[in-house]
Every structure is written in structure tokens, then in C-alpha cells.
């Protein structure tokens, strides 16, 4: 792996991209010597945040199947929830993991922006929305009507 490593540093030493990016870019290079795994055989990867990923597979002889393949891990990114497939595998559940999830997720974003620059920004930007359609509402309500009896 570090000899892996260090050939995608030298095809690529000032290029800070995402690390799996550059693998896989590597692998494409050098494909008699790895294997990208796009026919899910072994791995499967889907990414659809909080939502369950069951819908997209077929539960057979207690595998999942996902276009015609078993693969022998399942990887859900991106806070995608795999509770289903748990339940449907028949392994022993107790707590809804989407839930911890969402929770845990809605927690810290609310950490961030109380305690963040962003978090001042997207507050100050959210006070001036809010003054600018006040203002709007009390333009069309109220100053318009009063422009248009001077008019007359």
C-alpha cells in the first residue's frame, strides 16, 4: 500500500484532491494491477443521505443482492441509513441507528453554527432576509397606498 501511496504522490505531488479520487484515477492508470470494483461484487457503496438504501436491493438466501451481485460488504456514505438491511439480514437490532444519526448529525450543525464564523454569517444573513421582507410587507402595505393618495 505505501508503495501504492507514493506512486500517486508522484503522478500527482501538488494535487490536494480527495484521496479516493486519486486512487482511483491510480487504479484506471494501472488496471492490470488493480481492480476497481464497479460490478459491486465485493463492495457495494451508495450514498443517499438519511434514507434507506433497501429499496435498491434484493434480500435472497439471507444476501443482498444489488444488480444480479452479492456483494460482501455494504457501505452506506453520507449518513445513508442501512437499518433496514440489518433488519432484513435477521442480525440482532435493538436501537434505530437513522435516528442516533439524524440526531447526532442535527447536533452538531447547531454546535457549528453557534460556534463558528460561518455560523455568525448564516445568522447575520438570516436577521437581514428577515429585515428586508419586514420591509417589503410594510412598503406594499402601508407606504405605497399613502404614495398613491398623494399622486391624487
Do not use: W
Amino acid at each position: 500500500m505505501l508503495e501504492v501511496l507514493d506512486k500517486i504522490y508522484n503522478l500527482y505531488p501538488i494535487n490536494n484532491a480527495d484521496d479516493q479520487l486519486l486512487l482511483t484515477k491510480y487504479c484506471k492508470l494501472n488496471h492490470n494491477n488493480m481492480y476497481i470494483d464497479t460490478e459491486n461484487k465485493l463492495f457495494l457503496t451508495l450514498g443517499l443521505p438519511y434514507q434507506e438504501i433497501d429499496q435498491y436491493m434484493e434480500f435472497r438466501d439471507n444476501k443482498v443482492y444489488y444488480q444480479n451481485n452479492a456483494p460482501f460488504f455494504i457501505h452506506g456514505v453520507g449518513r445513508t441509513y442501512l437499518d433496514n438491511i440489518i433488519i432484513k439480514m435477521n442480525y440482532p437490532y435493538e436501537d434505530k441507528i437513522n435516528v442516533q444519526i439524524y440526531n447526532d448529525f442535527n447536533k452538531n450543525i447547531m454546535f457549528r453554527v453557534k460556534n463558528s464564523n460561518s455560523g455568525i454569517i448564516i445568522i447575520t444573513i438570516l436577521i437581514i432576509t428577515i429585515i428586508i421582507i419586514i420591509s417589503i410587507i410594510i412598503y406594499k402595505k402601508f407606504i405605497k397606498n399613502k404614495i398613491k393618495k398623494i399622486k391624487k
